[in-house]
Each structure stands twice: as structure tokens, then as C-alpha cells.
């Protein structure tokens, strides 16, 4: 592929900031210790492309969901598009194609060393953080579970010796209520406790014109305690268990159609800015309820440390919606599902002093998910009994058992040079069983009774079902080569293999392989740096990469026919035999003094099928990716003011930017709605703009911060869009939130 002037151009300013800064600061930044390579180091001495967030960043920035992190690490975009607690999360211009429950993201979260592999958890509310690590690229070997482009990695704060804790409240627009709180130290000489509390609250920003209530309202609620125990003087142990539960409303799906093309009534919408919405079903629940337990114990013997890693995930949820946003029952969905995953790992890292490190391990995760859906199709059958509905059902198990092995050697083989080698085994083996009505009909009596399999009444489409099973192997890892020009510079080069599992393709009923997925295996080639400029005033990391795709997991509309001649559209889940991703990201972060602190990032991806022809014929080759945008940017500048008295203030401004991408596979700006209309499915140039004043006592002990989030968002700019139902007149479109503020106090010991 001939390369672009927007390629040429940033390949030269990367070489230009390679070449030096010329900065004066004064005040040296304090580093993140970060875990990125299963020990402790610091970011700018970790060969690898990440951003990291310690607690002091995770409050500058007011991050209290997951979601949250995106806004200030570059190439990264998480969004809710399926509800809260399954965002979809974008990293480098891959994403997870597939919102099925049964589906993993190609970009994995960790909470404290244990992956959350059901991405319908990974949204959850963020408290008490000791820091959050963004590790882009393929993790093959050290965190290799799917991590086909980067993992996400939430670390817990530890108890601490000393008595320590804090209290934040928050009240702001919209109903926002939010309290945190979190209170800990050493129990005895051998043990240290810290036990931390969430518990927030908002209401809707949208009407519904049929009653006048405000969608969508959210609770969340979260416990958790942590241990830390000296079991002897060479082994520790900790221990973490977490409680979290979300009683909110379902996330609106918004009508593009102004009239309905089977009703001839009216959707609000579109005509004021997504302010107003149509909802017939009042009972929209997305409710969760989260057991997390995490088991360390590190047991150091001689020049080693082996380490046992237990993790378990006990998760269930319920998600009711109105997804056609109208007056009528035309389309309502269903889901209920529960999710058991037990994961063991075991490693053993060495010690010793000397030009190599080690890191040897194995691995076992195994997940056992029951899940039900439904739709309520009722009105388009046009009964004129209001008692009967229609619609269809299906159930689905799947059960997935991972193996891993798994060993990292580091070598420094000269003065400032050194090598890495990284290999991981996985094998994944995967039961399915998919039962599908079709059609069936059933009392309508609540809006939660058409999850009750028992309540059916007639079968009208015929039972279709399959049962499968599949197991998938590869191997992964990672080739590295690193030289230090000194103690505050690092260059280094990798050529990294990152695999996914395959899947099975949850909307097929096929029983032969047209239904399977076969596992992604990427390719990646990057070159990057670190500096600390001017004695570690000023620090600065660039990267350059190139992805080689194969067999990329995307999901998309393909007509399999019929036996009638008729058209059969599925939307399947299937492979892109090949695409290609170029790309960098540059962070700065730069003291010119003890009051002024700025952090600035970008990132660009340049995505393309380069071979993807579906099954049907259909040709998307050299198309971009979905959900992609070509460049980000975020940034923070802030300045404290000291002399009033006991008390300093901070005004604080802070961004991020997304620039516009395609929704949809064929890149189209727009679609048919009806015939008379068209939506937009391309997404505006998106800039988030934040402003922060913050009062804070000499002591640190008290603080008060003002702020103002998404600084003019009117609600109206588009997050996503779900082609499957432009048929049945709704766009099922996602809108960005509306402008914010409020207040938060805090108070610190």
C-alpha cells in the first residue's frame, strides 16, 4: 500500500519529537509504578505503548465509570452502545464487532490481575483506585487472553500501615447524587485491612412524551474490602471481595423516522435535538448484580517469587428495552442472562541480580454462561386482542475452558542494549447450545413475563436449534529489542502476534461450519520511545505501529438465501480474510513550574479491509473500519494559585477529540430510513470540553471542585447505529450525553 501525505507528515514530526525538546521546566513529574510486565517499573522504563492514570489523575479527571478512561489516552474510544455495563470498547481502530453475550472483546479488562472476559461487566463504576493502565498492542504472552490490541488494567488501592481514608460527595445536574468513601490500615502487625464504598445516583435528560418521565435514571451501589496479610516473612497475601450492583433504566434507542412507516404517527427526535423520545414500555430495567473475589498469595523462595493468582466472577443481568421508540410494541427486547467464570494462574518470576529476568507461567480460565433473549414483535401482526402477543424467542449455554503455558525472558546483552522473548500456548475449547423460536405466541400480561419460557402459548415458526463444539489453539508472543542511551531515554522495536478465540456465530442456526468463527491472528510491527527531558521535568513517548490482520471477527447483514428465492438476511457474525491498520500516538506531559501541570496526547489510525467479500457477495474491500476515528486528541492544562489564605485554587481545563467515522461497514453517511427519509450514520467530529475549579486547603485535607463537563454538548451527536431494524422504521440509534456541572466535596486523613 502506497503510503498517504497524512502518513509522510507524521512520520516526520515523530522523528522531529525523537530528535529532542528543548523544554525548560522546573518541577520533575512523578512517575506511575506500573505493572505492565508482571513487575514493578516505572512508564518510561516499560517498552511499551501505554497511558497510565494514577489516583491523583483518576480525580483530576472525575473518572467514575470505565468508560471514563477513553477521554485522555489516545486511540482509545469506549462507548456505551448496548448499555452500561457492556460498553464497546475501541483501541487502535479495533473493535468488538459482536454486542452478543456470549461474545469477548479483542481489547481485555483486568481487575487486579484477573480478566473480566464477559464484556457485559466490563462497565462497572470506578472507586478507590490505587491506578488504571492502558496497554495497547497485542498482550501475547503476559496477559494473553484475547488481548489481540491492548488490555485495560484497574488495580485496587492496598490497605496501607497507616490509618488512612476519604470522603467525596457530588450533587449535580440532572438528579447526579454520587457519595464515595473508603477507610483503612493495619489491623496487627502482620495483617491491614481497607474497606471502600460507591453509591450514586442521577435522573434521565430525556423526555417521554407519552408520560412525561425523564430517561434514563441509573444507581449504582459497590462494596468492597481488601486485605493484606503477612502469613510469614516471605509470604504475603492478598485478598479482595466486591459487591456491585446497577438498578438504572435501559439505554434509549432513538428513532431516526420522524413518522412511522407502519402507524403514521409521529417520533420526536430528530426535530429537537434528541431531547424528546417516544416510549411505550414503562418497565425498562437494566439491572446487574457483580460478586468479584481475587486471591494473591506471593511466596518468595531464594531468587524467585512464585505467585498464585485465584480469581472468581459471579454476574447477572437483566436488560428490558423499547428499542423500536415508538407508541407501539413493534419492537421489544428481552435479555436476561448469568455468567459463573473461575480463572487460575500460577508464575514464577525471578530475582536475582544479573543480565537476564524471567518469568515463567501457567493458566486456566473456565466460564459457563445460561442466557435468554427475546423481541416482542406484537404490533406489526396487527391483532386487534390486546391480551395476545407475538414475537420470537431463543436460549443459548456456552461453556469455555482456556489453557495457557506461557514464559518472558529479558536479556541485556550489552551496556545499553537489550532483547526480549515472549511465547504463550493457548488453547480454548468451546459448547454451544442455541435454541430459536422464531415466532411464538404468548399472554401478554408484563413486561417481564415474555422472559418466562413457561408462559408460551403457540409455536407459529417451527423450532430451530443447534449444538455445537469447537476448540481453537495458536501460539502467541513477542520479539523486542531496546536500547537506553542513558538512564532517562529508552528506544525500542517489536514484532508482537496477538490471538482471539474463535466464536460461534450466535444469530446462526447452521450446524456445519458456516455457523463457526475462526480465531483472529494479528500481526504487529512498532518502533517507539520514552524520554524524561530536562532531569525528568518533562516527560515525553511517542509510538509508529503496523497491524497485519487475518481473519478479523466482524459481524454483518449477509443474505444466506432461501429456499423460496427470497431474500434471508442474518445478522452474522463472520471473518475479514485480511486488513491492515497503520498508526501512532504521541503523550507529553510538561511542569514549567511547582503550579502548572500539562498533559497532552494524540493518536492516529489509518484502518482497511483490504479482503473482505461476504458470503453473499457482498464486497467491502478497502473500506475503513467501523467505529474508528482517524485521530483523537486530549489534553489538560491547569494552574494553582497559592496565597489566599489556608486555601490554594486550581482552575483546570481538559479535552478530548474524536474525529468523525462510519458506523457501518459500506461507509455511508447516510441510510433509508423510510422512503421519504434518510439518517445520518456517519458521526460528527465529537469535542469534549471540560472546566474544573478547585478550592483545597494548605493541608490537602479538604477540597471543593466546581465543575462543568461536555461544555455545550446538546445531546445530539451520534454513538452508534444498529442497521438490523432500519426495516421496521427505527434507526436504534445511540446519542451522546448533554452538558453537565455540580459540585463534589471531599475530605481526606
Known amino acids: 500500500m502506497l503510503w498517504s501525505k497524512d502518513k509522510v507528515y507524521l512520520v516526520a514530526m515523530f522523528i522531529s519529537i525523537l530528535s529532542g525538546l528543548s523544554i525548560t521546566a522546573y518541577a520533575e513529574i512523578e ?175 430525556v423526555t417521554n412524551a407519552l408520560n412525561g418521565d425523564k430517561e434514563p435514571a441509573q444507581d ?25 450492583e446497577y438498578s438504572g433504566e435501559a439505554l434509549l434507542f432513538h428513532s431516526g423516522a420522524s413518522i412511522h412507516p407502519f402507524f403514521g404517527t409521529p417520533n420526536p427526535g430528530p426535530s429537537d435535538d434528541y431531547r424528546s423520545i417516544v416510549l411505550d414500555l ?84 473456565e466460564e459457563d454462561l445460561d442466557a435468554l433473549g427475546a423481541f416482542d414483535f406484537t404490533a406489526l401482526f396487527f391483532d386487534p386482542d390486546p391480551s395476545n402477543g407475538y414475537g420470537s424467542v431463543n436460549a443459548r449455554a456456552q461453556t469455555l475452558d482456556s489453557f495457557a503455558a506461557f514464559a518472558q525472558l529479558d536479556y541485556a546483552f550489552a551496556e545499553k542494549w537489550s532483547a526480549g522473548l515472549g511465547l504463550r500456548w493457548t488453547e480454548d475449547e468451546k459448547t454451544y447450545d442455541f435454541e430459536y423460536l422464531p415466532c411464538i405466541g404468548f399472554p401478554r400480561q408484563d413486561d417481564r413475563s415474555f ?61 456445519d461450519g458456516t455457523g463457526r468463527v475462526d480465531p483472529e491472528d494479528l500481526r504487529s510491527y512498532e518502533a517507539g520511545f520514552k524520554r524524561q527531558a530536562q532531569n525528568g521535568k518533562a516527560v515525553v513517548s511517542g509510538a509508529l505501529f503496523f497491524y497485519d490482520y487475518e481473519d478479523l471477527q466482524q459481524k454483518s447483514l449477509v443474505d444466506l438465501g432461501s429456499e423460496d428465492g427470497l431474500p434471508n438476511f442474518v445478522n452474522l457474525l463472520n471473518n475479514v480474510d485480511e486488513a491492515e491498520v497503520y498508526g501512532a500516538e504521541v503523550e507529553l506531559q510538561w511542569s514549567p513550574n511547582e503550579r502548572t501541570y500539562t498533559m497532552l496526547g494524540f493518536g492516529w489510525v489509518d484502518t482497511e479491509y483490504t479482503d473482505f467479500v461476504q458470503e453473499d457477495g457482498t464486497d467491502f474491500s478497502g473500506n475503513k473500519f467501523q467505529n474508528a476515528p482517524e485521530f483523537t486528541f486530549n489534553g489538560l492544562v491547569q494552574y494553582r494559585f497559592d496565597g489566599l489564605g489556608n486555601w490554594s485554587v486550581t482552575p483546570q481545563l481538559d479535552w478530548s477529540f474524536a474525529q468523525g467515522y462510519f458506523i ?77 456541572y455540580g459540585l463534589t466535596f471531599a475530605y481526606e486523613f
Open 664 to 740: 457501518n461497514l459500506a461507509n455511508d453517511s447516510f441510510v433509508d430510513i423510510t422512503s421519504t427519509e434518510r439518517y445520518k450514520v456517519e458521526t460528527e467530529d465529537d469535542w469534549d470540553v471540560n472546566f474544573r475549579l478547585t478550592f483545597e486547603s494548605i493541608d490537602l485535607a479538604f477540597s471543593v471542585t466546581a465543575f462543568i463537563e461536555d461544555i455545550g454538548e446538546n445531546q445530539g451527536d451520534i454513538t452508534q447505529h444498529y442497521p438490523s431494524f432500519d426495516s421496521l422504521g427505527t434507526s436504534m440509534t445511540n446519542i451522546s450525553r448533554p452538558e453537565t
Open 220 to 244: 449504582d451501589k459497590a462494596v468492597r474490602l481488601a486485605l493484606e496479610y503477612d502469613l510469614t516473612e516471605n509470604v504475603d497475601v492478598f485478598f479482595k471481595a466486591q459487591w456491585s
Open 451 to 511: 422472559t418466562d419460557r413457561s408462559l408460551i402459548s403457540l409455536d407459529c415458526g417451527g423450532t430451530q436449534e443447534r449444538v455445537d463444539k469447537a476448540d481453537w489453539s495458536a501460539i502467541s508472543g513477542k520479539v523486542s529489542i531496546e536500547y537506553r542511551p542513558d538512564d532517562r531515554s529508552l528506544f525500542y522495536a517489536s514484532y508482537s502476534k496477538g490471538f482471539k478465540g474463535g466464536a460461534f456465530a450466535v444469530d446462526s442456526t447452521l450446524s
Open 282 to 365: 414503562d418497565d425498562r430495567p437494566e439491572d446487574i448484580d457483580s460478586l468479584d473475589i481475587v486471591l494473591q498469595v506471593d511466596w518468595r523462595v531464594s531468587d524467585w517469587t512464585l505467585t498464585s493468582l485465584t480469581g472468581f466472577n459471579d454476574h447477572e443481568r437483566l436488560w428490558i428495552n423499547d428499542d423500536d421508540a415508538s407508541e407501539f410494541p413493534a419492537l421489544h427486547e428481552y435479555s436476561q442472562h448469568e455468567s459463573d467464570q473461575f480463572s487460575q494462574e500460577f508464575r514464577l518470576t525471578s530475582d536475582f541480580e544479573g543480565p537476564a529476568e524471567w518469568i515463567f507461567g501457567v493458566y486456566y480460565m
Open 31 to 205: 512517575e506511575v509504578v506500573v505493572t505492565a510486565e508482571r513487575r514493578e517499573s516505572t512508564v518510561t522504563d516499560t517498552p511499551i505503548s501505554m497511558t497510565a492514570f494514577d489516583e491523583n489523575l483518576i480525580q483530576k479527571f472525575r473518572m467514575e465509570r470505565s468508560l471514563d478512561v477513553a477521554d485522555q489516552a489516545p486511540n482509545l474510544q469506549i462507548e456505551e452502545v448496548y448499555g452500561v455495563s457492556a460498553p464497546r470498547i475501541t483501541l487502535r481502530g479495533v473493535t468488538n464487532a459482536d454486542y452478543a453475550v456470549t461474545s469477548n472483546s479483542p481489547v481485555t479488562v483486568y481487575s487486579d490481575g484477573v480478566v473480566l472476559n464477559n464484556t457485559t461487566i466490563q462497565g462497572f463504576a470506578m472507586f478507590d483506585l490505587e491506578r488504571v493502565e492502558v496497554l495497547r498492542g497485542p498482550q501475547g504472552t503476559l496477559y494473553g487472553r484475547n488481548s489481540t490490541t491492548g488490555s485495560l488494567n484497574f488495580i485496587s488501592a492496598r490497605p496501607t500501615d497507616e490509618l488512612s481514608g476519604y470522603l467525596r460527595a457530588t450533587a449535580g445536574r440532572y438528579g447526579q447524587k454520587r457519595l464515595d468513601g473508603a477507610v483503612g490500615g493495619a489491623v496487627s502487625d502482620s495483617l491491614r485491612a481497607r474497606l471502600a464504598v460507591t453509591s450514586g445516583e442521577s435522573d434521565g435528560w
